[in-house]
């Protein structure tokens, strides 16, 4: 059971904003380069994120990243939610479909016990992921060269 | 978030068995069949499903699969634990790591979230899994053809 690539990358990237000093420059490339994370994945990410409200990217001169409030106060159920959908937890629906899939079960229990798993990250708030001991780590993520990829 | 592949194939197979009638004879070729499942894929279930004792592959005439005592009674929070095991959620420990892994807050969150998953699965039982409707739709599979592949 993982979560996908991308969501991931997103809960990286609203943590380490979540510790971003008044007027520290995190361009998507820094932010890319310090979670060790492919810059085009990171890019996507930030789409995303700022597509729901959680992520603001100021151009220009003084400009980044940065949290908006909605992004500070959001759950990390909501963003999971959010980025995991409501599509079925096995292959119900594959190539070929599953033989059971109009009368299962369990299809129903995997979806059940999926809401747990979301209530249960409902309870986590952006803030708190970026207490200690992660805080310090956070502040300290080096901007060193990722695997030579280049814009 | 998906099941793997491995725990889909081995749930299908201990749904089948569940409604097995007294005296029929299921092969792993024919449950295969009937669950659209690869035959190499349904072996490796059943040869799991055997080491956890929930599966006996009978052999000889009258022989073939059938659900133990055990597998009848377990639920399938504990087939799933089993089956998908305690690593990370994310790609923690992935190339490259994640340079938060070492005080990581979500890490943590995400393996509660996990046992709230299970837990929810806990409550289910194999044998309500194949209580109606999903019964009649297991004993009617079918044994046809699947995409020519062949042991």
Not at 8 to 24: F, K, Y
Not at 43 to 59: F, I, N
């Amino acid at each position: 059971m993982r979560l996908t690539a991308f969501t991931d990358v997103s809960l990286r990237l609203i943590m380490r904003l979540a510790v971003a000093r008044e007027g520290e420059l995190l361009t998507t490339r820094t932010v890319a380069t310090m979670l060790a994370v492919p810059y085009t994945h990171m890019a996507k990410a930030v789409a995303r994120m700022a597509e729901m409200g959680l992520v603001e990217a100021r151009r220009g001169r003084g400009g980044g990243l940065l949290l908006t409030d909605e992004g500070r106060r959001v759950s990390v159920g909501a963003i999971v939610r959010e980025l995991e959908g409501s599509g079925d937890l096995a292959s119900c629906e594959g190539d070929p479909p599953c033989p059971l899939r109009s009368a299962c079960r369990l299809r129903g229990a995997l979806r059940e016990a999926r809401e747990a798993f979301y209530a249960s990250l409902d309870a986590v708030t952006v803030a708190s992921l970026a207490d200690a001991p992660a805080r310090e780590t956070l502040v300290l993520l080096q901007e060193s060269p990722f695997d030579g990829e280049q814009e």
